[in-house]
């Protein structure tokens, strides 16, 4: 069974960094590059958002329009691990983010319906 299993994540002020990491774990057989990745946020009250999005290969990343030019998004296939380093960080960026795959590895996918597989999630908290 595959498992996406998240850290990174907490407090942090405004102007500042973080980066969150997303292991593709378990004994599914599936490999890391096999899986296209997306991150995506939830705030509370609000609805789930689209952040960003990698190819299996790393070749082709996405991003959503609010977080362009902060955030990037990256993976070391050798170590199964993905990444979303997070610079600037913004009050309005404070959310549980979340890591997701589906394995079709060369779909950069937007749509949360797209993604079989999710990590567990971890809180962002950005100070004013």
């Known amino acids: 069974q595959l498992q996406l299993v998240q850290s990174g994540g907490g407090y942090v002020q405004f102007g500042g960094s973080l980066r969150l990491s997303c292991v593709v774990a378990?004994?599914?057989?599936?490999?890391?590059?096999?899986?296209?990745i997306g991150w995506f946020r939830q705030a509370p009250g609000k609805e789930r958002e689209w952040v960003s999005c990698?190819?299996?290969?790393?070749?082709?990343?996405n991003y959503a329009d609010s977080v362009k030019g902060r955030f990037t998004i990256s993976r070391d296939n050798a170590r199964n691990t993905m990444y979303l380093q997070m610079n600037s960080l913004k009050p309005e960026d404070t959310a549980v983010y979340l890591c997701?795959?589906?394995?079709?590895?060369?779909?950069?996918?937007?749509?949360?319906?797209?993604?079989?597989?999710w990590g567990q999630g971890t809180q962002v908290i950005v100070s004013s």
């Open positions: 997701a795959a589906y394995r079709k590895p060369d779909m950069c996918g937007e749509s949360q319906w797209s993604f079989a597989y």
């Open positions: 378990g004994n599914s057989g599936i490999a890391s590059e096999s899986l296209a």
């Open positions: 990698i190819t299996g290969s790393g070749a082709v990343t």
